[in-house]
């Protein structure tokens, strides 16, 4: 045991100015396939995919590579990093708190993948399966493959069938809240649809610099079907569903060295997107019908100049610009009869630009300082169903300090002003037939939530691989984004809405344990908690709540073990589950998914050859879902007792196996 841990000691190079490398050594016991698999074992790094909001600058992750921030915004960095081969990485540095000529993307710490530049092929080819509980199979093939150095290529694919283990059959009940009885009802579901994609990417050398081209295309069309059986009837309601998504993205990186400490990087993206939903609701009190077809563009164009005036301080000028576009229409019939509803046909156009200056000083040995300042200005038009005209614009500046009093000590503190940003879909008229939220309306007239935010952060390293991070994070919100009520001559309708201000408070531990010293050769444990309050009055009644939403607590715990003597590689992953609370004028959601346990096992019987096997959702976890529906306004003194609508669904084991080949090491 004491030569493995010199090993893996030897394997890490020593802290440097708030930066830790990890080698290919680092990983060898696990024998990692993709750099995903690699990313997955940094000490007190947790993957950050970013946020699907419109413009590059502020949907950033936590991962860079080759120092760049991906041109992509549909791809995730998790299945960016699955593409590229273990063999290829060089190696991955982890930068704490930020360093000189990094941008942090907004993040206090970045995992930056440097890859190897020998122009070999790689590739791999996987045969994935998957058995559900009712017998039900399905399956996917994915290839992917690389090459090339000053003219670089990649590509990859997935073509196969999906599901969702979310829902199960499961039992239902309807009643009051006071106790009275009402109707219990046996539940079947089965959802499941094609899926495909397609990525691409060359790079080249131009003019200088160097371009990088992406592309991208995804097809799926998941259905949904839920069948209803009243236990003392037979009477059955039905419930079909049929999603279809789909995106095209075409991307260009272009980075070029103007001087020794001078670099300009210019971005371009474009992508479509669609969403179509066809649902279908039949009982025997009639038939309901809601359907949703939706188109958003989204155009970028970006432009940063980087310098680095010494090896301590760096900064960067830049600005970006885009143009979105969303055209949706959405119409409720029932029983043939349609139904107006607000924001049912809209067509939404945005131009915005931001500008913004980063500068990053290492004070000393001990010290680094990083901080930024964006301008962001917004023209927003909406057209259709409601017409509405307005200009948006705010200044956010962040600022963080790291001190570092030891190699493996580092405190971290953040403030910053955070402006969210207005989600096109609640723009437009969206909903559900088959549960008590039903169909909300649209409501282009929301304004965008700001909150100052404080944050401070403890990170102690520990046993070459091991961490422990604290986390506390304080923000006071203006304008909280939630639901409230529109009046229409067709009714009244729940819509989001600017519900005034409120407070979020945060605290979270991340740990990485390694069990050598434990007894435990190759172990390690991993895993984080989280503990969320927050607080806004409710505009229905007056009273303080919970902002909706917030899950209050959050967890989950992964055990590994590398046995590198018998090519196997073992594990154990429980995550905590969730539970959420949704509030309407005149009704309550409650949501809760429960704790759910996975093993597996990966064999390697040579080694461009990985076999794996996992158990999914071993104790078949239950999603519950709890409405409270008043008759007015909710306010219990007032509208009496709520309607309640209670559904409980499991889902059953699943079984997953997966045969890989890799080729060009």
């Known amino acids: 045991?004491?030569?493995?841990?010199?090993?893996?000691?030897?394997?890490?190079?020593?802290?440097?100015?708030?930066?830790?490398?990890?080698?290919?050594?680092?990983?060898?016991?696990?024998?990692?396939?993709?750099?995903?698999?690699?990313?997955?074992?940094?000490?007190?790094?947790?993957?950050?995919?970013?946020?699907?909001?419109?413009?590059?600058?502020?949907?950033?992750?936590?991962?860079?590579?080759?120092?760049?921030?991906?041109?992509?915004?549909?791809?995730?960095?998790?299945?960016?990093?699955?593409?590229?081969?273990?063999?290829?990485?060089?190696?991955?540095?982890?930068?704490?708190?930020?360093?000189?000529?990094?941008?942090?993307?907004?993040?206090?710490?970045?995992?930056?993948?440097?890859?190897?530049?020998?122009?070999?092929?790689?590739?791999?080819?996987?045969?994935?399966?998957?058995?559900?509980?009712?017998?039900?199979?399905?399956?996917?093939?994915?290839?992917?493959?690389?090459?090339?150095?000053?003219?670089?290529?990649?590509?990859?694919?997935?073509?196969?069938?999906?599901?969702?283990?979310?829902?199960?059959?499961?039992?239902?009940?309807?009643?009051?809240?006071?106790?009275?009885?009402?109707?219990?009802?046996?539940?079947?579901?089965?959802?499941?649809?094609?899926?495909?994609?397609?990525?691409?990417?060359?790079?080249?050398?131009?003019?200088?610099?160097?371009?990088?081209?992406?592309?991208?295309?995804?097809?799926?069309?998941?259905?949904?079907?839920?069948?209803?059986?009243?236990?003392?009837?037979?009477?059955?309601?039905?419930?079909?569903?049929?999603?279809?998504?789909?995106?095209?993205?075409?991307?260009?990186?272009?980075?070029?060295?103007?001087?020794?400490?001078?670099?300009?990087?210019?971005?371009?993206?474009?992508?479509?997107?669609?969403?179509?939903?066809?649902?279908?609701?039949?009982?025997?009190?009639?038939?309901?019908t809601f359907d949703v077809d939706r188109t958003t563009r989204e155009t970028i164009a970006r432009a940063v100049l980087k310098q680095a005036w010494s090896s301590a301080f760096s900064g960067e000028l830049g600005g970006e610009v885009a143009d979105n576009r969303l055209r949706s229409a959405s119409a409720l019939a029932v029983d043939g009869a349609p139904i107006p509803l607000p924001g049912a046909d809209v067509l939404v156009r945005e131009r915005r630009a931001e500008a913004f200056a980063k500068a990053s000083w290492r004070i000393s040995a001990a010290w680094n300082l990083d901080g930024q300042v964006r301008y962001e200005r917004s023209t927003v038009r909406a057209a259709g169903d409601v017409r509405l005209g307005k200009t948006l614009s705010y200044v956010k500046p962040r600022l963080v300090a790291t001190w570092s009093p030891r190699p493996a000590t580092q405190v971290r503190l953040r403030a910053e002003r955070e402006v969210g940003q207005l989600d096109f879909d609640a723009f437009v008229a969206s909903g559900s037939l088959n549960n008590a939220t039903g169909v909300t309306a649209g409501n282009p007239d929301l304004e965008p939530a700001r909150a100052w935010v404080a944050e401070a952060a403890v990170e102690q390293r520990f046993w070459t691989r091991g961490s422990i991070v604290f986390t506390a994070t304080h923000a006071e919100i203006q304008g909280v984004v939630d639901r409230g009520p529109v009046f229409t001559p067709a009714g009244v309708f729940d819509r989001p809405a600017n519900i005034g201000d409120g407070s979020r408070d945060i605290l979270r531990v991340d740990l990485t344990l390694p069990l050598e010293r434990l007894g435990v050769a190759g172990g390690q444990l991993k895993g984080f908690v989280t503990r969320r309050w927050s607080q806004v009055d409710d505009p229905t009644t007056g009273v303080a709540r919970r902002i909706s939403g917030q899950r209050p607590v959050e967890w989950e715990v992964k055990l590994t073990q590398d046995l590198p003597a018998r090519n196997l590689t073992w594990g154990a992953e429980l995550y905590g589950g969730y539970q959420n609370t949704l509030y309407r004028f005149n009704a309550v959601d409650k949501y809760k998914l429960d704790p759910f346990l996975m093993t597996y096992v990966e064999w390697r019987p040579r080694p461009d050859i990985n076999l794996r096997a996992e158990l999914e959702n071993i104790t078949k976890r239950g999603y519950r879902q709890t409405n409270l529906t008043f008759s007015g306004l909710r306010d219990v003194e007032q509208a009496g007792p709520a309607r309640l609508a209670d559904r409980n669904y499991h889902f059953g084991r699943i079984l997953y196996l997966r045969v890989r080949k890799t080729f060009g090491g």
């Not at 058995?131 to 090339?148: H, I, M, T, Y």
């Not at 649809?193 to 050398?205: I, K, S, V």
């Not at 079909?240 to 980075?255: F, M, S």
């Open 1 to 288: 045991m004491i030569g493995f841990l010199l090993a893996q000691a030897a394997a890490v190079a020593p802290v440097t100015q708030g930066v830790t490398s990890y080698p290919p050594a680092f990983f060898a016991a696990q024998r990692p396939a993709s750099a995903k698999e690699m990313v997955a074992r940094l000490p007190g790094f947790t993957l950050d995919d970013g946020s699907s909001v419109r413009g590059f600058e502020g949907a950033a992750g936590n991962v860079l590579i080759d120092g760049r921030r991906p041109s992509s915004k549909s791809d995730a960095v998790d299945e960016l990093l699955e593409r590229i081969p273990a063999a290829k990485v060089e190696r991955i540095d982890v930068i704490r708190g930020g360093a000189p000529g990094v941008d942090m993307q907004g993040k206090s710490v970045i995992a930056n993948v440097v890859l190897r530049r020998d122009g070999a092929v790689r590739g791999k080819i996987e045969v994935e399966g998957f058995q559900v509980p009712d017998d039900r199979r399905f399956g996917a093939l994915k290839f992917e493959g690389s090459g090339g150095d000053a003219r670089a290529w990649e590509v990859s694919g997935l073509y196969g069938r999906g599901f969702s283990g979310l829902y199960g059959d499961g039992v239902g009940q309807t009643g009051s809240s006071d106790g009275s009885p009402g109707r219990e009802t046996r539940i079947h579901t089965e959802s499941d649809g094609p899926l495909r994609q397609f990525t691409g990417a060359y790079a080249l050398p131009l003019a200088g610099g160097r371009l990088r081209l992406d592309g991208r295309a995804y097809n799926d069309r998941l259905k949904f079907e839920e069948d209803t059986v009243d236990v003392a009837s037979g009477a059955a309601d039905a419930y079909d569903e049929l999603n279809r998504d789909r995106t095209r993205e075409v991307g260009a990186n272009y980075t070029r060295a103007l001087s020794a400490r001078t670099t300009l990087e210019l971005v371009g993206l474009r992508q479509v997107t669609g969403f179509g939903l066809l649902a279908t609701s039949t009982s025997p009190g009639g038939r309901e």
